[in-house]
């Protein structure tokens, strides 16, 4: 089990992660962040993809679909940025964003769902 910061550094090491946060999707605020993505807040992200999160959520409620999200992946022209919420405490998510040129994305969904079973809050 590794505590937050440990598991920050951790996905910092995953091929091309330029950043990567912690967040309380019910308030929007960044627990923790590691990184400094070239013109992207990590505080200013955290709370927008809360509202993604919950956003998500709301439709998979509405829509009858009794699964467990997992992750939300959103493309952009140079960047992955993916959402992991955490399996073991509601409301709770992991957010990394990768380099698109320099990652592997396949590979870093896999890491960033390991060290999201390891993250002890």
Avoid: C, W
């Avoid at 439709?59 to 939300?72: A, P, S």
Wanted: glycine letters at 8%; proline letters at 1%.
């Amino acid at each position: 089990m590794a505590d937050y910061q440990s598991s920050l550094n951790e996905a910092m090491q995953i091929d091309g992660a330029l950043g990567a946060a912690l967040v309380d999707s019910q308030s929007g605020m960044a627990l923790a962040t590691v990184g400094n993505p070239d013109g992207l807040d990590l505080g200013v992200a955290a709370a927008g993809n809360s509202n993604v999160v919950q956003a998500k959520l709301r439709t998979m409620r509405d829509l009858g679909l009794n699964q467990k999200l997992e992750d939300i992946l959103i493309t952009l022209e140079t960047q992955y940025h993916i959402i992991r919420t955490f399996s073991r405490e509601e409301g709770i998510f992991l957010y990394l964003v990768l380099d698109k040129a320099r990652s592997n994305l396949a590979m870093a969904r896999f890491k960033l769902a390991s060290i999201e079973k390891q993250l002890v809050i």
